[in-house]
């Protein structure tokens, strides 16, 4: 999967006419769609970035960061463990808790996509719908 750079998400508006928070503040006014409106978003199968060349822009969220703090809390236990100090954590190698795969790491971050368009439905109009294509 190709990965979007910041600057090429920053043009993605102008260049192929994506979705800004601009259209999302016009299509809110224009549709009366209320302040305490789920917002729901256009599921995608994973066959468009496998197959199709689509992009994410990815960022180090909630899992991220939580395996780099088992990393840090798991090299800090090896440390007082060779230090002679009694173990913070119960296991017995520390070291099977280290993740250092790069690729594993990379694919734990967050993966975000352009949104194409809001769209309006008659029936379901106290909801605000994002999709990421046409």
């Known amino acids: 999967m190709k990965k979007l750079t910041k600057e090429e998400i920053l043009e993605?508006?102008?260049k192929y006419h994506y979705c800004t928070v601009g259209d999302l503040k016009k299509h809110i006014e224009q549709y009366n769609i209320p302040d305490t409106a789920p917002v729901l978003v256009q599921r995608i199968?994973?066959?468009y970035y496998e197959k199709h060349g689509?992009?994410?822009y990815l960022k180090e969220?909630?899992?991220f960061h939580n395996i780099v703090n088992m990393n840090e809390n798991m090299k800090e236990e090896i440390a007082r463990r060779e230090r002679g100090e009694k173990p913070?954590?119960?296991m017995d190698d520390p070291s099977k808790y280290i993740v250092e795969d790069e690729d594993?790491?990379?694919d734990m971050k967050d993966q975000y996509s352009p949104v194409w368009c809001a769209v309006f439905y008659k029936d379901d109009e106290n909801i605000l719908f994002l999709d990421l294509h046409y």
């Open 88 to 90: 913070k954590y119960s």
């Open 12 to 14: 993605y508006s102008t």
């Open 61 to 63: 969220g909630e899992m």
């Open 104 to 106: 594993f790491l990379n």
């Open 45 to 47: 199968e994973d066959v």
């Open 54 to 56: 689509w992009s994410s």
